[in-house]
């Protein structure tokens, strides 16, 4: 194994999530969102009657949570108990419109019943398309009463537990009393689920199975795209679960992915999304056959950074499931510029050390964001770490394709995929 591919590896073991620390932290995410869901149950029964239980998404959900398990993104999972035409908003590519004339039409004729009251406020009675923003501060104001009304629970069972609003997810953070060094956040994301649309182009080849088209939902995420006529009515189109299956058994993806993370966090780029490494990585399993993911670590993970420092020269990365939406039109061609010299500047000089015979590991760990007490930027000396066996980390991928998507001992908060 060359200098290059060992130091990766031991990069690797310092910033991956610890089979030691994650069991803690996902009893105290699994008792508060059970809590949480269950009081919801409580404040509105409409809710109560929609909820098909929880899905994990994210870093967490696809395994390449980086250094600590703290943070958890989580959709509300909602089907509606009528027909929704999902319409394709032609000027939004990956973004959709919500027709609800027939829930609309079963829910007036049966007046001031409680199902009544929250469609009369969330559809557009004129069109019958569902209101973005009035869907989002419906749920939002049933997650907040319930987290007010969980508070004296909380702390009496030794947390405390504080809540806001963002764009797309309910925010709740939790800190242990008992180990105040012990804090996580749960992004709590309200998705509606309807299945598969006519319209989505199938791609059935590769990785890509006709059954992953059944999985999509809606997000209440805007566009800024024109016309703003429509702009109230948008919902983004989502696929974590068949995202989490693509990224599946393939040797190196996932450590090259992780990497990348710890890098971007090192330079501070903090629009540069997991969301959208993520995608890059997806495009690839489409693209590379399997045994690429076996090639040596350094390997996939620089052509996986040359991959990334392209579509930002290019100002253009692509989301997986719609390819005519650009991710990268949310930032500035400032910041897309700012990133591309930095990727490209990054990725000359990791290209040089991957055959240097005496390449250092402090060299090579000054491209990432590593737990202070492994890396000494200051250090006078270069140090060579015990290397990093593969037990030490958690392996997400061992687990996943056992059978289920996670352990019911790890999470146990009713319904999940």
């Known amino acids: 194994m060359s200098?290059?591919?060992?130091?990766?590896?031991n990069i690797h073991g310092e910033i991956s999530v610890k089979k030691s620390d994650r069991q803690m932290y996902t009893e105290i995410f699994d008792e508060i969102v059970q809590t949480i869901v269950e009081k919801?149950?409580?404040?509105?029964?409409?809710?109560?009657?929609?909820?098909?239980?929880q899905?994990?998404?994210?870093?967490?959900?696809?395994?390449?949570?980086?250094r600590s398990p703290s943070e958890f993104d989580v959709y509300?999972?909602?089907?509606?108990?009528?027909?929704?035409?999902?319409?394709?908003?032609k000027s939004r590519p990956g973004f959709v419109h919500l027709h609800m004339s027939k829930a609309k039409e079963e829910a007036w004729s049966y007046c001031n019943t409680p199902l009544y009251n929250v469609l009369k406020n969330i559809v557009d009675y004129n069109n019958g398309l569902l209101r973005r923003t009035n869907f989002k501060n419906w749920m939002f104001d049933v997650i907040e009463t319930a987290v007010e009304r969980c508070r004296v629970r909380f702390r009496n069972n030794g947390y405390d537990v504080s809540s806001e609003r963002h764009a797309v997810a309910y925010n709740v953070y939790v800190r242990d009393l008992n180990n105040p060094d012990i804090k996580?956040?749960?992004?709590?994301?309200?998705?509606i689920e309807f299945g598969p649309c006519n319209w989505i182009q199938i791609r059935s080849y590769g990785v890509v199975k006709p059954s992953h088209f059944c999985n999509f939902m809606a997000v209440a995420k805007k566009s800024s795209y024109k016309p703003k006529n429509t702009f109230a009515h948008t919902f983004m189109m989502v696929n974590s679960r068949s995202e989490r299956d693509i990224l599946?058994?393939?040797q190196h993806l996932k450590p090259a992915l992780r990497l990348l993370k710890s890098l971007r966090d090192k330079y501070e780029m903090n629009r540069l999304k997991s969301f959208f490494i993520t995608n890059v990585f997806l495009w690839q399993v489409q693209i590379q056959p399997l045994d690429f993911w076996k090639k040596p670590l350094g390997d996939v993970f620089l052509y996986m950074l040359y991959k990334l420092r392209d579509g930002f020269e290019k100002g253009e990365l692509k989301y997986f499931w719609f390819e005519e939406f650009n991710l990268l039109d949310i930032l500035k061609p400032k910041e897309i510029r700012e990133y591309s010299k930095t990727l490209n500047q990054i990725y000359g000089t990791m290209r040089s050390y991957l055959h240097q015979p005496n390449l250092s590991y402090n060299r090579v760990a000054s491209y990432f964001d590593l737990p202070e007490s492994e890396y000494d930027s200051e250090s006078e000396y270069d140090s060579e770490p015990v290397y990093y066996d593969s037990d030490d980390y958690y392996d997400y991928d061992e687990e996943l394709s056992s059978g289920s998507d996670y352990d019911e001992d790890d999470f146990d908060f009713g319904t999940y995929y």
């Open 55 to 66: 899905e994990l998404f994210g870093s967490y959900s696809n395994g390449v949570r980086i």
């Open 248 to 250: 599946l058994n393939r």
């Open 3 to 9: 200098p290059f591919n060992k130091h990766l590896h």
């Open 40 to 53: 919801m149950h409580q404040v509105d029964g409409v809710f109560k009657s929609l909820n098909k239980g």
């Open 184 to 191: 996580i956040s749960i992004d709590m994301v309200p998705a």
């Open 76 to 89: 509300l999972v909602l089907k509606f108990p009528y027909p929704i035409d999902v319409l394709r908003d």
